[in-house]
């Protein structure tokens, strides 16, 4: 089981974007997948179509459960399936863990511990994190074994990226030693200058391994999200697709890499 986490605390990323078209992708390859929504936004658990849970419970059918329901039985709540994967939603609510977290024993290697419990259920766990670097973001980067970093190509893009390298390498050191980013991918990339320039440095950063880029498309995406679809389900003949499905067998022959690598 692939424990994956898309990282990247700047907002507009394509963090979303990438966790759910790749997860599409997984499962359509016959993959078991589980998404997990671990941003108050809810802007995954929109994207794949489902309601975003209400109600004075509300918080409980998210990963709030997991790790500050009852403490006797801290787990993930039951998924909800959209498209073939199961989901775990979010809520505003869930944004109650950022002051609430802090206080708990181990709470922040609560999610991880809830998905140990879950381990051969699913052969991939994608996590959607937060943009920012509070409590949330860092349950789902300690979760994960694996990191995805969607880099925006253009703007402040690689700017950002020292942050999330420099955070990768505090988790490893305190609590996560095999901690890896197993693929950057340029993400939003248009024609013009800027973002080929920035897609080259960030080829030539030697962070770690690149994917194809993923093109700006600007009317495709925001569409498919309004409508709740995975891209290949809102457009399938799009070029779009094609793009995604190559950051999928990328990521899946970095995974195989890196099996390899720690088995040596
Ligand atoms: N390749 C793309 N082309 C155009 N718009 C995109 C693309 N990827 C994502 N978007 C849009 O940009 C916004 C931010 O993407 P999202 O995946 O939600 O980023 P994040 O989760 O990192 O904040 C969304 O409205 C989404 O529809
Ligand atoms: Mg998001």
Redesign the pocket.
């Given at each position: 089981m692939h424990v994956i986490t898309f990282f990247?605390h700047?907002?507009?990323?394509?963090?979303?974007?990438?966790a759910l078209n790749v997860g599409y992708s997984l499962s359509r390859r016959g993959h078991r997948v589980l998404l997990i929504d671990a941003?108050p936004q809810a802007?995954l658990t929109r994207w794949v179509g489902l309601d975003v849970p209400t109600g004075s419970d509300a918080k409980l059918h998210t990963l709030y459960s997991a790790v500050l329901g009852a403490t006797d039985t801290l787990a993930l709540p039951a998924p909800v399936v959209a498209h073939g994967m199961d989901v775990i939603r979010s809520c505003l609510d869930l944004a109650e863990v950022e002051p609430l977290l802090p206080g708990q024993v181990m709470g922040q290697l609560r999610l991880r511990s809830a998905i140990r419990k879950i381990e051969g259920k699913y052969d991939f766990v994608l996590i959607?994190p937060p943009?920012s670097l509070g409590q949330l973001s860092t349950l789902a980067v300690l979760a994960a074994d694996e990191l995805v970093v969607?880099v925006p190509a253009g703007n402040k893009g690689l700017e950002g990226l020292e942050g999330v390298t420099r955070m990768v390498a505090t988790f490893r050191q305190v609590a996560v030693p095999t901690l890896r980013i197993a693929l950057m991918v340029p993400?939003?990339v248009s024609n013009t200058n800027l973002s080929r320039d920035s897609v080259e440095a960030l080829r030539g950063s030697g962070i770690a391994p690149i994917s194809d880029a993923?093109?700006?498309?600007?009317s495709?995406?925001?569409n498919?999200?309004l409508q709740g679809l995975p891209v290949a389900l809102y457009d399938p003949r799009n070029p779009?697709v094609a793009e995604l499905e190559a950051v999928t067998d990328q990521l899946l022959a970095q995974l195989e890499t890196g099996r390899h690598g720690a088995a040596k």
């Open positions: 990247n700047a907002g507009g990323a394509a963090k979303t974007s990438t941003d802007n959607d943009p969607p993400t939003r993923v093109t700006e498309r600007p495709l995406y925001p498919s999200q779009a």
